[in-house]
């Protein structure tokens, strides 16, 4: 006997509403992801412009001051790693085409594929310019719309909680507490860096490695990229130590190896769970599940995603007992 099935029109409608909402998400899916780091920024940089709040400074000049405070330290950190940075850099640009012929001699590649491949990046410099100030521009955007987010922090906060009638002062704990744990977050992926950086500059020392100090800010700064990070940052490194020999090329991998297995299985935990109390287990398999659902940005933002999961689903736990 055949079953008749009715749906109504309102199922209809939720269903086209729903796939249509979707649609969307994933039209403007850049623009979430700018808006969650605008919103790890706003919980980074609170507690500094409270600080100045302390002292009746207004709070748009609070975050003024903010800003020129962490473009000044960043200035500062340029001018003592720059200098020997732009002298190292030019030496290695100096000796670019005997390194080049070097590394030909000890690997049997094609000259003229070579010669191809840097024709190809100089007739893309175009695009890549455009690129260049694409990002640029994305950047300020950043920076506008965390500017917006820390100054109306207060009402926003006051605007969500209010939309859950009868629990908006534990909505508004539970989204403080978010914000000092992406806040923690930030910190502790800076800190991360640092260390990074410090022990590729160590290591590439020991091991007597010319442009130390410029292929360690290099691995410092493509630490923030997790999984794929370390290895771009390794490649420069063991290029420039296979002109000089194979073994050493191979020490050098070796170093860069054992690098990235402490900073997966024991810097990274170690550090995240101090920062924002994951276990280390759940942070690495957040990263996992991250770079392999959503790729670098996923890995990037898997720690901070885990974070806001993990207190959302706490508090729901906690409210059902």
Do not use: C
């Not at 030019?90 to 491949?117: C, G, H, R, W």
């Not at 300020?140 to 009638?165: C, D, G, H, N, W």
């Not at 990070?229 to 073994?247: D, E, K, M, N, Q």
């Amino acid at each position: 006997m055949r079953r008749k099935v009715d749906i109504s029109h309102r199922t209809i409608i939720f269903i086209a509403v729903f796939i249509l909402s979707l649609w969307l998400l994933f039209l403007i899916r850049d623009l979430i992801l700018i808006l969650f780091i605008s919103l790890i920024l706003m919980s980074a940089l609170s507690p500094m412009v409270r600080f100045f709040g302390r002292f009746k400074i207004p709070k748009p000049l609070g975050i003024a001051i903010t800003y020129i405070i962490i473009i000044g330290v960043v200035s500062g950190l340029i001018a003592i790693v720059f200098p020997p940075l732009i002298e190292e850099t030019k030496k290695l640009l100096a000796t670019f085409p005997n390194n080049i012929d070097n590394l030909l001699a000890v690997i049997p590649l094609d000259k003229s594929v070579l010669q191809n491949q840097i024709n190809s990046i100089s007739g893309n410099i175009f695009s890549i310019t455009l690129s260049v100030f694409d990002n640029l521009l994305t950047i300020i955007f950043l920076l506008v719309l965390t500017f917006y987010l820390i100054l109306e922090r207060e009402k926003l906060e006051s605007r969500i909680s209010s939309l859950f009638v009868g629990r908006e002062e534990r909505v508004k704990r539970l989204i403080i507490q978010i914000e000092e744990k992406l806040g923690s977050w930030f910190s502790g992926q800076l800190f991360l860096s640092l260390i990074i950086g410090v022990l590729s500059y160590i290591g590439l020392l020991i091991l007597g490695i010319p442009y130390a100090l410029p292929l360690a800010v290099v691995a410092g700064i493509l630490e923030v990229v997790p999984v794929i990070g370390p290895i771009i940052s390794a490649i420069p490194s063991v290029l420039i130590a296979l002109t000089i020999s194979p073994v050493l090329a191979l020490a050098v991998a070796a170093m860069y190896f054992v690098i990235q297995q402490l900073e997966n299985h024991l810097i990274v935990p170690q550090v995240m769970q101090r920062a924002v109390g994951l276990n280390p287990l759940v942070v690495i398999l957040a990263i996992a599940i991250g770079s392999r659902l959503l790729g670098i940005a996923g890995a990037l933002l898997a720690v901070p995603i885990a974070v806001v999961l993990q207190i959302v689903v706490t508090e729901i736990l906690e409210e059902n007992k």
